[in-house]
């Protein structure tokens, strides 16, 4: 059996430094963490294992109710199990508070590595350095996180409302999460702000609502009747199949009184008579990918890299046409 007196000395460094490496615990260069890890991997060694245990990638997701989540936790397990890795799942129901939490248990079963889904990369309460390799999915990456997977929101929330735009609609809200909640939400929303500025338009200040709350009880009678829209985006398609309902809820029909169009692409937005207008967003293909550079990290001592996925418009029957009317 592989011991770390065996990895310390094809690594070319000390017990102690091998210990501090494989644990987490002290200030190590990162070229002999890569060596390290390297050494561990060739020999089989992991910290923490017992009994030959089948190793864990930890997982944190905002929700275990969105079909956006359960795609990429699907792909992120074939990848795993094809690694010979379990996958331990928390989510922190958009909230940055239980997101620490969170991801503390996570790191309590001694994962060879996370990916996390964070409310913001930038503002995280995950004060501990001591991280295993990590990558973000769906964030962009930052001077902490330097790994990540993620696609363009800020396009897709331009090129969305390009599209609106081009089809006659000038009053065009935008609904959200909150954004301290989703920083993909808020790029979306910025997205949208420029392209409202490129053409000329007065943006509107977003409506932001919780994602968490039942939107089986979403009232958007003041938000229509204050803000008068043409066209509504919702800054995923859950949310956006809510405003629907609750549009026909009012008495509203979609798309003759009210546009409505969302992002993510979720199988949901084709069940209904008319098909959802949507920016899709390859989950399942972004959840490979994280898996594979998180495992590429942690068993090769691969560098971190940062991989965009690119999203595609996906036109339906949810948007009305007004420069066609007279």
Known sequence: MSTLQKVAF???????????????NGPVSDEMVRRVRRAAAELGYR???????????????PSI????????????QNRALHAGHSVLIA?????????ADAVASLLQQQPTGLILTLCDPE??????????????????????FTAAVATDNFGAGRDLTEHLLCKGHRR???ISGHFSASDRARLRYLGYVRAM????????????????NSLEQLDLSDAVSRFGPTAIIASNDLLALGVMGALRRQGLSIPRDISVAGFDGISLGFLGEVPLTTVEIPDGTMGAAAASLLLDMAENAAPPRHLTVPYRMRAGGTVRNLATQS
């Open 10 to 24: 094809r690594a070319g460094c000390s017990v102690a430094t091998a210990s501090r490496v494989m644990n987490r």
């Open 47 to 61: 910290a923490g294992s017992r009994g030959g245990s089948r190793p864990a990638i930890g997982v944190l997701i």
């Open 65 to 76: 109710t969105n079909p956006v989540f359960a795609a990429s936790l699907s792909s992120i």
């Open 91 to 99: 989510q922190s129901n958009y909230d940055p508070a239980q997101e």
């Open 123 to 144: 503002r995280s309460l995950l004060l501990s350095s001591a991280l295993p390799p990590t990558v973000l999915l769906g964030n962009l990456p930052t001077a902490r």
């Open 172 to 174: 065009i809200l935008f």
């Open 197 to 212: 500025e490129t053409a000329r338009q007065q943006p509107l200040d977003a409506l932001e609502i919780s994602f968490v």
